[in-house]
């Protein structure tokens, strides 16, 4: 007789979530066009206590909770956090669970021995609430920005990554063999927003080089290694326009790649965590890149 072991907590956490995530962007898909679970207009979701923005799946969770329960803000907390920055959590609140990696304690022999499972992570879960869920606490409002024209600390920002980028022609697309991006003029999106969504896509695809994070999904999803590449472009898109508080605009192209997109998502659990992952690490590649060419024009 096959006997199947249930999955830990945290795992199982990771799956529901995943699945919910899942679920909000097939909800999505209507008529060809998607319309995406979260909003990278209202920031990153961030801690209210540290500042500090949350990465990997977390982010895309809180970006698609906040969305579905109509949080206007993306700040949130444990309720002890909310606790000693004098808030308080409203009676009756549901929190949002998210998830940490925590070294494993191997019990399994002496303290001065090991085996194969010492030195693992694990996920464990942990609770927040959204700013919106507590009284006594007001969050800082951010201002619409003016889409309709170039964005001066946007350009700023993608011109201090120091890729090599392109202007001219129809396509939008990141030659890996040549180590280029190449995009349309400015004037031939219909919005900035589309503009400098589509950069920092195809800048996602760039951190993917050899030379730089050398991204390569191929011995794990064969056939939809491209669509899934696409998957994380799209994520750390997301998460730079997030970062520059940017709207980004769906890609025409996003349509097409969505049932490859939920066929591998649906057939791997961790799938979506390892997108997210990558993404999470682009868009910090591309951050700290941009950052330190800032100091160093500074100094």
Known sequence: MTTTSKPSKGKQLLEDIAAQIIASIEAGASNGVWTKPWNAASGLPHNAS???PYSGGNLLWLWVSALDNGYPTQVWATYKQWGQLGAQVRKGEKAT???KWVLLECKDHDADERCNRC?????VGFSLFNAAQVDGYEPEVEQPRNLDERLEDADRFFAAVN???THGGNQAA??????VIMMPEFEAFDSASAYYGTLAHEMTHWTGHPSRLDRDFGKRFGDDAYAFEELVAELGAAMLCGHLQINEEPRPDHA???TSWLKVLKADSQAL???ASAASKAAQHLIAAASKAKVEVEA
């Open 163 to 165: 890729a090599t980028v």
């Open 50 to 52: 540290t500042g500090a």
């Open 97 to 99: 669970s998210a998830v």
């Open 273 to 275: 965590w390892t997108a």
């Open 119 to 123: 030195g693992a992570m694990i996920p």
């Open 174 to 179: 990141f030659d890996r063999r040549r180590d």
């Open 256 to 258: 097409q790649y969505l």
